[in-house]
Structures are given as C-alpha cells and as structure tokens.
C-alpha cells in the first residue's frame, strides 16, 4: 500500500472509529493546486465534530504527520484540517448541505473510501 493511501486509509479510520456520517473521499489532485485529495464528513452535535478531528489528530501524529494548520475546532460546524496534501472537512450536517462541497468539486474523482 502506498503512503497516500495508507494515510488516506487511517484518515478515514479515524473517522470511523467516532462514529462519522457520510465519509467522502475526492481526489482533486486533477482540477486543483491546492491539495489532492478532499476528505469530507459529518457529525450530529459540536463534541462528535471535536472527537472526529481529534482522533485524526491524534492517528496521523503517530506517524509523524502534523496539520499544518486546523480552523473552526471552537465553533465545530466546519473543522478544516490541512494536511498539505489531504485536507480534511469535518461539518455539522446543516453546515455540509449549505456548503456542499461534493457538488463544487464535482470534477474531481470520487473515491469509494472501502478501496483503499
């Protein structure tokens, strides 16, 4: 397994293992300079949301990989975490129907997130 979705894998892990809604996975590597892939989830309340970004935190720092930057942790209705490469949304679900972020990158290639 590559490193990008081995990562990929434990990103999704992780969300999984808190109980995420929805996990989507797009490759933008094709339509976009600003990352190459898109994770996309949701949560049902604000400390759902917080655990989810938390336990990818916490999965991906075991293999040294450090955010470079997380936005949104306080509010908890859209976490972005950027991972340079990977960027990770993590909504409430009012704010991921509002946003829709599927439907604004839907050039990129979606990813059945059981393949990796």
Do not use: C
């Not at 490193?3 to 989507?24: C, G, R, W």
């Not at 990770?88 to 990158?105: A, K």
Request: net charge negative; glycine share 4%; charged share 25%.
């Amino acid at each position: 397994m590559n490193t990008i979705n081995s990562t990929l894998k434990k990103i999704v892990n992780a969300l999984e293992d808190k109980k995420a809604e929805n996990i989507q996975l797009i490759d933008i590597s094709e339509v976009s300079t600003v990352a190459d892939y898109f994770v996309i989830a949701n949560g049902i309340n604000i400390s759902q949301i917080q655990a989810l970004s938390d336990n990818v935190e916490d999965k991906l720092a075991v293999d040294g990989i450090r955010p470079r930057s997380i936005e949104g942790y306080n509010t908890a209705n859209w976490i972005l975490m950027d991972y340079n490469d990977f960027l990770v949304h993590i909504f409430d679900r009012e704010s991921r129907g509002f946003y829709d972020l599927e439907r604004i990158w839907r050039d990129g290639k979606v990813i059945d997130v059981h393949s990796l």
